[in-house]
C-alpha cells in the first residue's frame, strides 16, 4: 500500500531536502576525512598483514625483506597521494581520475578508467563488509551459518544510512575512525617506547616456526614471491583517490581543502602503516596463510583460524589480549571496516552521476533524490555488492583477489594524463615561478605514472590467476556497455532535434470512442472527444460475442448516443489486432491525418480490484503507441474507492506528514514566461 | 522477447481458432466418455484398496465385512448416477450441481456447491497426477528425489494439452482408458472362470497375516471402523458428476447424450468395482496401510510398500506378475490415472466461466482463449493445482485426506435441490404419465438426497481429523471471496448506469503539454494538441534543475514555439505533485471545464532501451488519472528501433504465421450503424 511505503520510506530517509540547501551538505575538512578516508586509513593495517602472509609462503627465512617490501609500499603511497594532490587542485569538479584521463588522454581512456573505478567501488563494499563481518565472526563463531545474512543486512544497513544523506552519515562514520586512527597511533607510541626502553614487545606467535610451502627459492622465483608481497601491500593504496572524486562534496575552497585532507590522510598512511609493520616485525609476528604451516600453532589448525597481525600486535604491546585497550581497539577496527565500505557509498554515486551527465550511464543515476543525495546509484550500488558477496559466500579472502587491478589502471592512467595537463599548462604560462612550479608537478606526476605502471602490470602478472582475471573481463564490458549507452542517447538526440517539419499541424483529426459496453465513462469519454472538435468522431466496438454486441447496439439506440458506433468484426476474439488494422487504414487514406484514440478508462482504488478488469484496454494503449500518428486519450472514471486512494495518498505525503494533518494545496508559486 | 514468445504459444497451442468453428468441438459420446469419466473409472479401482486398509486396522477378522462395505459403496454410485441422469436432462446448460443448487435453493446454496466444486476440481488434479507419480516412482525408485518435479511436469503437460483443446485432448485420452477398461473387464473375466473352473487365483498376500493396529474392537467402535472403510471407499465416486458440468460439450441432444454416457459410465464403474472387490476377496489380498503389520512381508517393511491391490490380483489371476497382461494392465493404470486429472482440466474452467458470467469470479475466466477453451482457468486451476502438491510435497497419501467432502456436499446439495424442482415440475404437469414420471423422480432424487446427506455427515466425522478439516475451512472462505466479488462488480455496475448528466459537455478545454526539453516530439505534441482546437493551450514544465529550465527556456525563444511555457517551480525536484497541485487548481477555478494533458512519449524498440529513459511519464500518468476531469493524452513518438519491433511482431503474428510471409493487413471487414 502507498501509504505504508511512503511512511517507512521517511523513516528511513528522515524529510525530504530542499533544493536550495544543496549548499547546507557541503563537509568542512575534519568530516570529510573519516568519510573519504575510511577506506584507505583501515587498509594500511591490512596491508602489512597481506606481505608477511605471502613472504611466509617462503618460510620464515625471508621476512627480512619485509621492511624492503614495506618502504617500497611506502614510497609508492607518496608518490600516489603526492600526485593526487595535483589532481584535486587541477580537477575540483569531483571528476578525478576518470576526468583527467578523459580530458587529457581522450574519451577511451577516460572511460577505461571509470569502469576501473566502478569496478573498484563496488569490490570496496563487498571486500570491506565482508572482511568485518569475518572479524565478527571470529569473536562469535555461532553466527558463521549466517555468514552471507549478516552481510547483506550491512549493506542494507549502509544504504540506508547513505540514503539520509552524506552529511548524517558523515557524523556517524567520523567517531570510529577516529577513534581507530587514534588507537593506532598510541599502540605506536607504546611499542616502540617499550623497544627503545629495552623492553620490546613479544609477539604470541613469536616462538612458531613456518612450514615453508615453495622451498629453495632462488632467482626469478624468489623474486616473483617478493613481486607478490608487494603488490598484496598495495591493499594498502585502495580507496586513496576517494577524496579525489570527492571534491564537490567540500567546501570552498574546494580544491585547497580536499588537497589538505589528501595530505591528512597520506600522513596518517604512512605513518600507522610504518609503524604497525615495524611493531610486527619488533615483535615477531608469525603469520601464515594457513594455520596449519604453523609449526607448534595451538589449537586445531584445521578449523580455528590464527589472529589478525594487528591483533596480535596490540595483545603484544598491551600485554596481552585481556586489556580494555586490547578490545578498544579490535572493536574500533571492526566497526570502521564495515564503515570503509562507506567510501565507496560516497564515490560511486558522484561517479555514476558524472558519466550519466557525460550520457555513459543511463539518466536516472544524474537525478538527486529527495534528501539530495544520488539515491539510484546508492541502490545500485548495494545490489551489485550484494550480489557479488552472495556469490562468492561473503568470502572476503576470495573477494580480495578482484582488487588492486582496478585501482592501479585509473592510478596510472590519471597520472599518465596529468604529465598532458601540465605540458599544455606550460604552453600558457608565463612567469618564471609558474613554470618552476609546473615542471616540479610534471615530475611528481610524470614519476607517478611509471611507478604505478609497473605496479599494475606487477599485480597483473602475481594476481591474475588467483582471480584479477575477471576484473580483467569485467572493465572492457563497462566498457563496451558505457560506449552502447551513449551510442544510444546520441542516436536518440539527434533523431529528436527539432526541424522544420516538427510543428506542421495536422490536417485533419479523427476521434475514435472505443466502447466495449454503455455506461458512464463510455459516454464521459464521447462528451470528451466531442469537446476537442475533432473532424470526424466514431464509437467503435470489437465484436467479440455476438450477443454482446448485439446488446451494445440497442442500447445505444435507446440511449440517442451522439456519435455513430462502428462494429469491428474480430473471428479470433482479438481486441487489438483489428483496431490497430482500422487505424492503420483511415492513416493510409489520408497520412497527414492524426488519429485520436479515446479509452474509457476505470480507475479503482485497490490493487486487487485490478484483478477483476481485463487488462486489454493497457495491452491495446501499448501497442497503439507504436504506430504513428496516432494519440491515445485515456479517458478516466474514478470509481468511488479510486477517491479514498487518492486521500489516504495525500495524508502520507511528505508535505503533510511534517504539518500531520492533510491541507489544502499551498497557492502555486509558478513563474510563466 | 515477444517474437519467441508468441512462436512457442503457436507450437504448444497449434493454430487459433474461429469463433465459428465452435460447434466442430463438440463431443461425440464416445470421445466424451473417457474425457468426463476417466477419473470415476479410475477410482473404483482404487476404492477396493481404500476398504481392505481401512478393516484391515482391525486384523483380517474384519474383513468378511467387506463385501457389505462395497454393496453400501455400488448402492451409493447407482443412486448418485440416477440422481444425475436427471440433472442431465433437466440442467442441460453444463451448471451441473452449481445451477440445480442456486436456482432451486437459492445463491447461498449455489455458491457453497460452487465452492466445494472448485476445491474438488483441484483436488483431482492434485491427487490423481500425485498417485500416477507413485505408481511410475513404485517402478523406478532412483526418480524419488525427483518426485515434485515430476508431479509437475505432469501438470504442466496436462496444461499444454488443454490449452490446445478439448477435442484433441480427448481423442489423445480416449485411448488409454478404453485399455485400461478392456483390461479390467478381461480380467474380471478371466478371474470370475477360473474360480467357477474350481481354480480360484490366489494372491501373494494371501499367506500373509495381519497384525491388527486396533484390538478388541466393539460396539461404537467397531461401527466406526466399518463406517472408515465405507467413507474410504467412496472414492468411487470422486468425478461422478464430471459429465453433469459438461453438457455442454456434448453434441445434441445434449441432455439425452449426457444422460446415456451418464449411464455407461454408471454401468462400468459398478461392474470393476464389484468384478476387482469380489477378486481381491477370492483371492484373499490382504493389504495394509504400513506393510510392517504385515507378518511375514517378503523385504524391508520400512522401504519397500506392499503392491496395489490390482496389481496383486492382477497377478493372481493372470498367474505370476511377468505375464505380458499383466505389463498390460499396470501400464494402463499408471497411465489412466495421469490423465484422470484431465477430468478436472474439462470441469474447472468450464465452471470457472459459469461463475465468471454470473460475475461471482473474475471476467476473465469467461473469456475464450484463441483456441476457443477457457484458457485462464486452465491456467489457474493448473497452478494452485501445482501449489498443493509442492506444498504436500506431492504426496498422494496426505492429499487424498483432503478429497470426498467436497464431493459429497454438491451431491448432497444438488439432489436436494432437484427435489425442489421437481415439486415445480409438478405444479405445472398436466399428464397423468408426465405426472408419474415426475414423481418418480423426484423419489430418486429425494433418496439421493438423503442418503449422500448421511454419507457426508460420515465422511466428515470419520476423515475430519485426517485432513478434511482444510476443506471445511477451505470452502467458506471461497464462497466469502465469491460474494465479494459479486458485491464489487455489482457495485460497480451500478455506479457505473448512464444518467442524464453524463453526456454532458465540458464547458472549456484547457491543453497542457508537458515539455522537459525542446525536440521532436515536444513540438510534435504541441502541434496535435493545437489541431485539437483547445480553450486554452499551455506547455508547461517543472523546475528541477534551475540551468536545465534556463536552457529550456532559450530555446523555446528561439524556436518562436505558438505556446506559452510555464515553469512550476519545484524545491523537491519532484515532477507530479507540482502538476497535480496545477491541475486540481485550474479545475477549482472551473469544475466544469476539462484539463487535458499531453505527455510526448518515446517508444522503444527494446526493453532494455527503457531503462535508459526516465520513467516519470508513466508514474505522472498514473497518478493523473486519479484526477477527476482530466485527459491523458499520450503523443507518442516512435523511435527508428521501435518500428523493427513493429515489424517483428507482424512476422510472428498468428495470422501471418500461417502463410508464412508478413502480409498487408487485409481488407477490413466492417459493419457501421
Known amino acids: 500500500m502507498p501509504s505504508v511505503t511512503s511512511i517507512l520510506k521517511r523513516l528511513v530517509l528522515g524529510r525530504p531536502f530542499r533544493s536550495d540547501k544543496l549548499g547546507e551538505t557541503l563537509l568542512p575538512k575534519r568530516l570529510a576525512l573519516p568519510i573519504f578516508a575510511s577506506d584507505p586509513l583501515y587498509s594500511v593495517t591490512y596491508a602489512t598483514q597481506e606481505i608477511l602472509l605471502i613472504l611466509t609462503l617462503g618460510g620464515l627465512t625471508f621476512l627480512h625483506l619485509a621492511p624492503w617490501v614495506a618502504l617500497a609500499v611506502v614510497v609508492l603511497l607518496t608518490v600516489v597521494v603526492l600526485s593526487y594532490r595535483q589532481v584535486v587542485q587541477a580537477y575540483p569538479s569531483g571528476g578525478g581520475s576518470y576526468e583527467v584521463a578523459s580530458r587529457n588522454l581522450g574519451r577511451p581512456a577516460g572511460l577505461v578508467v571509470a569502469g576501473a573505478l566502478l569496478v573498484d567501488y563496488i569490490l570496496t563494499v563487498a571486500v570491506s563488509v565482508a572482511a568485518g563481518v569475518d572479524n565478527i565472526i571470529s569473536a562469535i563463531p555461532e553466527l558463521n551459518p549466517y555468514r552471507v545474512a549478516i552481510n547483506l543486512g550491512f ?3 549502509l544504504t540506508a544510512m547513505n540514503l539520509r544523506g552524506v552529511r548524517e552519515s558523515g557524523r556517524t562514520f567520523a567517531i570510529p575512525t577516529y577513534a581507530f586512527v587514534v588507537g593506532v597511533l598510541i ?91 615495524a611493531l610486527a ?15 607448534g600453532f595451538p589449537g586445531n589448525c584445521e578449523t580455528d583460524a590464527q589472529r589478525t597481525v594487528i591483533a596480535q600486535v596490540a595483545a603484544a604491546v598491551f600485554g596481552g589480549d585481556h586489556t580494555v585497550f586490547f578490545y578498544y581497539l579490535q572493536a574500533a577496527a571492526a566497526l570502521i571496516l564495515i564503515l ?34 544520488f539515491s539510484n546509484g546508492i541502490i545500485l550500488l548495494a545490489a551489485i555488492a550484494g550480489l557479488l558477496i552472495y556469490a562468492f559466500d561473503g568470502s572476503a579472502t576470495r573477494l580480495i583477489q578482484l582488487y588492486i587491478v582496478g585501482v592501479f589502471t585509473s592510478f596510472t592512467l590519471c597520472q599518465a594524463g596529468m604529465v598532458r595537463h601540465w605540458n599544455r599548462e606550460l604552453a600558457t604560462a608565463d612567469t618564471p615561478a609558474e613554470r618552476r612550479r609546473i615542471h616540479r608537478a610534471r615530475v611528481i606526476n610524470a614519476f607517478g605514472a611509471c611507478f604505478t605502471g609497473v605496479v599494475l602490470v606487477v599485480v597483473l602478472i602475481t594476481k591474475f590467476a588467483h582471480g584479477a582475471y575477471l ?12 560506449r552502447a549507452i551513449h551510442r544510444h542517447y546520441d542516436r536518440v538526440r539527434e533523431e529528436l532535434l527539432p526541424d ?64 455513430p458506433l462502428k462494429v469491428l468484426e474480430s473471428p479470433y476474439r482479438e481486441i487489438t489486432r483489428p483496431l490497430v488494422r482500422y487505424v492503420k487504414n483511415l492513416r493510409r487514406e489520408s497520412p497527414r491525418d492524426v488519429v485520436c484514440v479515446y479509452i474509457p478508462e476505470y480507475v479503482v482504488g485497490h ?17 497503439l503507441l507504436f504506430e504513428p500518428g496516432v494519440m ?19 495524508i502520507t505525503s511528505p508535505g503533510d506528514v511534517r504539518r500531520g494533518i492533510p491541507q489544502p494545496p499551498p497557492p502555486q508559486r509558478t513563474t510563466s514566461e
Chains 1, 2 share one sequence.
Open 340 to 373: 570503509a565500505a562507506n567510501t565507496a557509498f560516497n564515490g560511486f554515486p558522484l561517479l555514476g552521476s558524472i558519466l550519466a551527465q557525460d550520457r555513459f550511464l543511463p539518466r536516472q543515476l544524474h537525478t538527486r533524490g529527495d534528501r539530495l543525495n
Open 632 to 650: 491515445v486519450v485515456s479517458v478516466p472514471w474514478q470509481l468511488r474507492s479510486s477517491a479514498r486512494r487518492v486521500q489516504q495518498r495525500l
Open 155 to 157: 549493506i542494507v544497513f
Open 607 to 623: 490493487w486487487w480490484e485490478n484483478l477483476l478488469h481485463n487488462q486489454s484496454a493497457l495491452r491495446l494503449k501499448t501497442r
Open 500 to 563: 522544420a517539419d516538427s510543428s506542421v499541424p495536422p490536417s485533419r483529426v479523427h476521434a475514435l470512442v472505443l466502447t466495449s459496453t454503455l455506461h458512464k465513462p463510455t459516454l464521459r469519454a464521447i462528451a470528451f472527444a466531442r469537446a476537442t472538435r475533432p473532424d470526424t468522431l466514431t464509437a467503435i466496438t470489437v465484436n467479440v460475442d455476438d450477443a454482446d454486441t448485439h446488446a451494445l447496439r440497442r442500447q445505444w439506440e435507446q440511449h440517442h448516443v451522439k456519435a
Open 187 to 277: 599502540m605506536i607510541v607504546v611499542g616502540l617506547a617499550r623497544t627503545l626502553g629495552g623492553n620490546p614487545p613479544v609477539a604470541e606467535s613469536a616462538a612458531l616456526d613456518i612450514h615453508p610451502e615453495q622451498t629453495g627459492l632462488t632467482g626469478l622465483a624468489l623474486a616473483f614471491l617478493v613481486l607478490r608481497a608487494f603488490s598484496s601491500g598495495c591493499t594498502a593504496l585502495t580507496g586513496a583517490e576517494a577524496i579525489s572524486n570527492g571534491v564537490p562534496a567540500f567546501r570552498t575552497p574546494k580544491g585547497l581543502n580536499a588537497a589538505r585532507t589528501m595530505l591528512a590522510m597520506g600522513a596518517l598512511s604512512v605513518t600507522m602503516f610504518t609503524g604497525i609493520t
Open 471 to 482: 576484473v580483467v573481463i569485467a572493465i572492457p564490458v563497462l566498457y563496451g556497455l558505457m
Open 281 to 295: 616485525l619488533i615483535s615477531q609476528v608469525h603469520f601464515a596463510e594457513n594455520p596449519c604451516d604453523l609449526i
